[in-house]
């Protein structure tokens, strides 16, 4: 293992020492939690035995206290195929516990939404606060107190997200994340997109499509193409919060069950009353969030998860900022390409060496921190190996030295681009977001006249009215997390996409969010301050016209306008939308902070 890197290591005492503050508050609090909470005798006869009533055969260890209880916090629905597979979890979990004299219990449901199902349409301005839902419903299902550890089951986009920040509320736990990994490799992703753009451009049907997405997301299992939910998982194995190598194991395979069992196991191993307590305020701290960022760089990961990262983070008493990404984009080699960033799925992925290989690389040049507490024994030099069945027993072996697949993963000597890919770019229009691994060098800079929208409906009318075929900025405000709950724009995509491959300069310009699946289209995301106004003040966004001249540059980090704004009037702001739900999330929207600070009401009303 090399020293680490002099970028890291600043970056990391940069956050340290912004964070001393809130994170001593957050430990102190924690201890507090710990005397108070050291184990379910506190509680009353009558509040015990409601909290064991139906626990069946398990009645006796819990009221007794004979061994530690895991509490189960669930994702599982059987409507999103990445939680499909936990259906059967809990019953098999408990068998697992009462192995090593553990008892199990499911704490409590959190909500599971699939953005693949939700966008373009109106649900999907429910997605983003859903995971403030799911850290209030994890804090609600832990609050009874009855629990010894945490084992969390979720996979995808706002769900990981969600459990842990309301772990992290009752870090005074272990806690072990238990996924339940990605379907089989489907319909290759070049043709499932090839379908899509042809559909975009009215050349072939409806059917077409379809049966294209259906062979491509065929089965129970997470989707493939590297996106926030496998992003997630990435980031789980740099935390150290998964058993190693738990993340890309298909469903229902004995592999995938013999790391649930270890993951029980290992659970029931680190709580307070054993010899290796593993408390997870201790596992998640500033090395731990750094780590994170920089596997999200080295794969080329989620840009959605420069929101969700500083929300993480502050939950544990860390503030993080995009600044941070940057610095930490300038040092990090982008040494894998996984669909939308190449070819391959994260199938391919895995059996080019997958996270294991990244992790070995990453530690032997210095690029992460190898000393953070994890909830395997041996640190993050356990995260380097990966799981095999021999015969019937789970051991691990090195990860392979050398990638199997050049073409999806390298090494650090020999990245695929220098750099991580995630890069800030600010000006008098804001502070964005612009993931460039998937963007040609040569769309690093784009100047043009803008064509401002304030919905991406009204993107796809103007495409397929041809107003947009010419070097243009698209433009679309007022998708920020006060405005209407920053949903996705995905929908925007394959129009700008066939833009692009008629030759003309295009980017796009947005306070919303575009994720892992962005592609191929240089664009500015998560734009803050949003365009609507927060105290009277409205985003530099509300005040451009169409035929402003937008420059968005990777190359200097620039976002800006050559437009004088001085006395323009800010556009209308858009009407509250109601149906859907959407109405019941009127508080969260009122209340939310910037995208950089997270774009939660939740953690901004709490202090956090």
């Not at 995971?131 to 969390?152: E, P, Q």
């Not at 437009?563 to 929207?589: H, K, N, T, W």
Request: glycine fraction near 10%; charged fraction near 20%.
């Amino acid at each position: 293992m090399s020293p680490l890197s002099a970028v890291v290591a600043r970056v990391t005492e940069r956050i340290v020492a912004r964070s001393r503050e809130s994170r001593a508050r957050y430990l102190a609090l924690i201890e507090r939690e710990s005397e108070s909470y050291t184990d379910r005798g506190f509680l009353s006869c009558s509040n015990l035995a409601h909290g064991f009533a139906a626990a069946g055969e398990d009645k006796a260890s819990i009221a007794t206290q004979s061994g530690p209880n895991i509490g189960i916090v669930t994702a599982y629905n059987d409507m999103l195929s990445a939680h499909q597979p936990y259906g059967r979890y809990p019953e098999q979990m408990k068998l697992f516990a009462r192995e090593v004299g553990a008892t199990a219990q499911v704490a409590g449901g959190v909500a599971a939404m699939c953005d693949g199902v939700t966008q373009g349409f109106a649900g999907m301005e429910l997605s983003l606060f859903s995971r403030d839902a799911i850290a209030l419903s994890t804090a609600v299902a832990l609050s009874h107190a009855m629990f010894d550890g945490m084992a969390l089951l979720g996979i995808c986009d706002k769900i990981v997200p969600g459990l842990v920040i309301g772990a992290l509320r009752f870090g005074h736990l272990p806690a072990i994340f238990v996924p339940a990994g990605p379907m089989p490799s489907g319909l290759a992703n070049k043709e499932k997109q090839r379908i899509r753009q042809l559909y975009a451009e009215g050349k072939v049907g409806r059917d077409s499509l379809l049966e294209s997405e259906s062979k491509s997301y065929h089965s129970p299992g997470t989707c493939t193409f590297y996106g926030t939910a496998n992003s997630n998982q990435m980031m789980m194995e740099m935390m150290g919060l998964h058993v190693p190598g738990s993340a890309f194991v298909n469903p229902g395979t004995p592999l995938r069950q013999a790391l649930t069992r270890a993951a029980v196991h290992r659970l029931a191993a680190i709580g307070r009353k054993g010899h290796d307590f593993r408390p997870m305020a201790k596992v998640v701290d500033e090395r731990a969030i750094v780590n994170a960022c920089v596997g999200l760089l080295a794969t080329g990961g989620s840009t959605n998860h420069a929101i969700h990262l500083p929300a993480m983070a502050r939950a544990a008493g860390i503030l993080l900022d995009w600044e941070d990404l940057d610095e930490l984009s300038s040092v990090v080699p982008l040494i894998a390409r996984v669909y939308p960033n190449g070819s391959g799925d994260v199938n391919h992925f895995h059996a080019a060496g997958g996270i294991g290989y990244v992790v070995r690389e990453l530690l032997g040049e210095g690029l992460a921190h190898g000393d953070i507490l994890t909830v395997s024994e041996g640190g993050m030099t356990d995260y380097a190996r990966e799981p095999h069945l021999d015969g019937e027993s789970l051991v691990w072996r090195d990860a392979p030295a050398e990638s199997h697949d050049a073409n999806m993963l390298r090494p650090v000597s020999a990245p695929f681009l220098p750099d991580g890919g995630m890069r800030l770019v600010s000006g008098n229009l804001g502070r964005a977001t612009f993931k460039t691994s998937a963007v040609e060098r040569e769309r690093w800079t784009i100047e043009a006249p803008c064509r401002v929208f304030d919905t991406q409906e009204a993107v796809a009318h103007a495409f397929a009215a041809g107003e947009l075929d010419r070097d243009v900025v698209v433009v679309v405000r007022f998708q920020g997390p006060r405005a209407n709950g920053m949903p996705e724009l995905h929908k925007l995509t394959p129009p700008l996409g066939v833009l692009q491959d008629r030759g003309h300069k295009v980017a796009l310009v947005t306070d919303g969010r575009m994720s892992g699946a962005s592609g191929k289209v240089p664009a500015a995301i998560h734009v803050t301050p949003e365009a609507l106004a927060k105290d009277d003040v409205w985003g530099p966004l509300a005040y451009l016209r169409d035929g402003d001249v937008v420059r968005l540059s990777a190359e200097d980090g620039s976002l800006s306008t050559t437009a004088d704004f001085s006395g323009r009037e800010p556009a209308p702001a858009p009407l509250p939308q109601a149906g859907m739900g959407r109405e019941l999330f009127a508080l969260f929207r009122a209340g939310a902070s910037g995208a950089e600070q997270g774009a939660s009401a939740m953690l901004e009303m709490a202090g956090l």
